[in-house]
């Protein structure tokens, strides 16, 4: 049986000898399958060779483990210390489960981009059926939301013109991201269908979108200089898919 993580470890040239010659077996069956994962193996190609200048740079020293550990002890007084430790041990009494806020779960055994775009699906099934609130800011006040936004992430945050796929932007809010910030920025399109750009601070170096269904929900995440983005929206991965692109291809500033 090969199933949708075989087709992404393939993609990711993760699997041993024997499981990918069964991979590549069951995609000479199914050709729109195996069209749709030399896409994505295109793909990832495509988004490591434009990054790989920047894995290459040093890392910031903002971003160091020893440097937030010396930053963070520094600050915490004995108290603070014993409310951390008594907030460790009823998360970890929790078996797992969702930080207090319910938008972030437990990812410590994640891969990071499944950390992000869990993070993206939670958040976007929260405030997706909001009708009053959907968002803390809306695109009226535009610029403002924006440079609110891009000061507590700590990044330049542009909002991406998605008026090609049918979607305008409707505002945004900042969320809880673990002991971070995150952003959500909130399109509809003239049915009243909603999808949403998110965006954190989150390690690692993988390059290749991740996609993720979960329900009606659909996602693509990725991981880019400290901070993991996704896309969610009620949509099928390949209406979902260029979307994403052009939200990449935005944040790195091509477009």
């Known amino acids: 049986m090969i199933g949708e993580d075989d087709l992404q470890a393939f993609i990711d040239d993760r699997l041993d000898g024997a499981r990918r010659a069964e991979v590549e077996a069951y995609?000479?069956?199914h050709p729109e399958t195996a069209e749709r994962v030399a896409t994505e193996r295109r793909q990832r190609a495509?988004?490591?060779?434009?990054?790989?200048a920047k894995f290459a740079e040093?890392?910031?020293?903002?971003?160091?483990?020893?440097?937030?550990?010396?930053?963070?002890s520094g600050s915490w007084t004995?108290?603070?210390r014993l409310?951390?430790?008594?907030?460790?041990?009823?998360?970890?009494?929790?078996?797992?489960?969702?930080?207090?806020?319910?938008?972030?779960?437990?990812?410590?055994s994640l891969a990071p981009?499944?950390?992000?775009?869990?993070?993206?699906?939670?958040?976007?099934?929260?405030?997706?059926?909001?009708?009053?609130?959907?968002?803390?800011?809306?695109?009226?006040?535009?610029?403002?939301?924006?440079?609110?936004?891009?000061?507590r992430l700590g990044r330049p945050l542009a909002a991406p013109d998605l008026s090609r796929f049918g979607y305008r932007l409707m505002g945004g809010r900042l969320l809880p991201a673990g002991d971070a910030a995150a952003a959500q920025l909130m399109y509809d399109d003239a049915s009243g269908r909603r999808l949403t750009v998110y965006v954190r601070a989150a390690s690692g170096t993988e390059t290749a979108f991740r996609f993720q269904q979960e329900g009606d929900a659909a996602?693509?995440?990725?991981?880019?200089?400290?901070?993991g983005f996704a896309v969610t929206a009620m949509a099928s991965r390949d209406e979902l898919l260029p979307i994403a692109e052009a939200v990449y291809h935005r944040f790195l500033g091509k477009s």
Request: charged share 10%; net charge positive.
């Open 83 to 108: 409310a951390a430790a008594a907030l460790v041990i009823f998360v970890v009494g929790a078996a797992g489960g969702w930080f207090a806020n319910g938008l972030v779960p437990m990812s410590a």
């Open 113 to 151: 981009t499944t950390s992000v775009a869990q993070g993206a699906t939670a958040a976007y099934r929260t405030f997706v059926v909001e009708v009053a609130h959907p968002v803390e800011v809306g695109v009226a006040q535009e610029a403002h939301l924006l440079q609110w936004l891009s000061k």
């Open 78 to 80: 004995g108290k603070a």
């Open 58 to 72: 040093p890392l910031p020293a903002r971003l160091r483990i020893a440097n937030i550990r010396a930053a963070r």
């Open 27 to 29: 995609l000479a069956l």
């Open 219 to 227: 996602t693509f995440a990725w991981i880019d200089q400290g901070f």
């Open 46 to 52: 495509m988004l490591r060779g434009q990054l790989a």
